[in-house]
């Protein structure tokens, strides 16, 4: 018995010499170590010996187990280590070598106007129409008709308005006043609402004129409008826009579907009122068209206009951005030029 212990640590010892991996090791435990291994059944058999073997041969035992139990967590760790080291090897990354340079994405500058336009409406109780009553393939009857603009408006003529093919008096539409009767169609006062998008117009481009440019629309009903409300919200909204306490006047002017109709100027940005080229000598620069909503056109969507009244405003979003970044031709935002776009 004492032979065969000797032998067991003998060969246990070589195989945990040569063994490479943690697998390795766990077959070699199970071999010699576990339950069913070599060593357990020597020890199985002790019960046959004498006391004095029992005693010598026990505790030979118990030594070759603790021999082997120690080679094999020293073996452990060398492995572990010859195997951690592999592994960062091959893992190695070079920190020195240059990151690869990915450009960041600007929002577009008419998308960023449009946003803070939104928000200072927003600001002031007034929330975006549903798209739904704002579409850009709209019918001459909304575009026009429903907004009070006589059958022989010029505006109506083929020169000025994309007509489609879908169907007769299907067009393209020209403003975003449509919205306005969309949106009193589908909603009793009271009404504070805004509607930002895109429009089109049958017009040589040119620097400042495109076939496809972008407008807000602002439309407020409600019992007691006044002249007074459109002039606070607007100026409000100049201030906020323009970003100091800029003058701004009211124009006369003249729409279908308001009356009175205004006009806001706002005092030059360029050259703060003396008159510059920008504009054109006045210094005065043109932002908005507005005024309250003509009797007709509540009417036309059966709101009493004897018992409510209300104002509407439209403004041109490359207008506005131009003005404020002092851009001299509208051509600039439609070219995809990723120099003229990353200064935003
Ligand atoms: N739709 C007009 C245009 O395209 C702008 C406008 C003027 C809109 C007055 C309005 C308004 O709502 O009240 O020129």
Redesign the pocket.
């Given at each position: 018995m004492k032979e065969n212990l000797e032998l067991i640590l003998k060969n246990a010892s070589e195989e945990i010499n040569k063994a490479q991996t943690m697998q390795n090791l766990e077959d070699i435990k199970l071999k010699y170590l576990s339950r069913k291994g070599e060593l357990n059944s020597i020890k199985k058999n002790l019960k046959d010996l004498s006391d004095e073997d029992k005693r010598i041969i026990g505790a030979l035992a118990n030594k070759v187990s603790n021999e082997l139990e120690e080679l094999i967590t020293k073996k452990n760790e060398e492995i572990y280590k010859i195997e951690l080291n592999k592994k960062l090897n091959e893992e190695k990354i070079d920190i020195t070598l240059p990151s690869d340079f990915r450009p960041q994405g600007k929002v577009h500058p008419l998308t960023q106007t449009v946003s803070e336009i939104v928000e200072i409406f927003q600001g002031m109780g007034f929330s975006l129409v549903k798209s739904e009553n704002s579409p850009e393939v709209e019918t001459e009857y909304i575009n026009f008709d429903m907004l009070n603009f006589p059958p022989d408006h010029p505006a109506k003529d083929m020169q000025d308005t994309f007509y489609t093919k879908v169907a007769p008096n299907v067009i393209l539409r020209?403003?975003?006043?449509g919205a306005?009767i969309r949106q009193m169609l589908n909603q009793k006062p009271p009404i504070r609402v805004i509607s930002p998008g895109r429009v089109y117009r049958c017009e040589s481009v040119s620097a400042r004129k495109n076939n496809l440019f972008h407008?807000i629309?602002?439309?407020m009903v409600d019992t007691d409008i006044s002249f007074g409300d459109l002039k606070g919200v607007l100026n409000e909204f100049v201030r906020l826009y323009f970003g100091v306490n800029r003058p701004t006047r009211f124009r006369a002017s003249y729409?279908p579907?308001?009356e009175p109709?205004a006009e806001v100027d706002v005092q030059c940005i360029m050259c703060g009122g003396k008159g510059c080229r920008t504009c054109s000598g006045t210094g005065w620069l043109e932002v908005l068209?507005?005024?309250m909503v003509h009797a007709n056109v509540l009417r036309n969507v059966g709101i009493d206009p004897e018992v409510y009244s209300g104002f509407?405003?439209?403004m041109g979003v490359e207008r506005l951005t131009m003005l404020k970044y002092a851009i001299n031709d509208i051509r600039l935002f439609f070219n995809n030029d990723i120099r003229f776009l990353k200064q935003f």
């Open positions: 020209s403003q975003t006043s306005q407008q629309e602002g439309l729409f579907f308001t109709s068209g507005s005024g509407a405003f439209g």
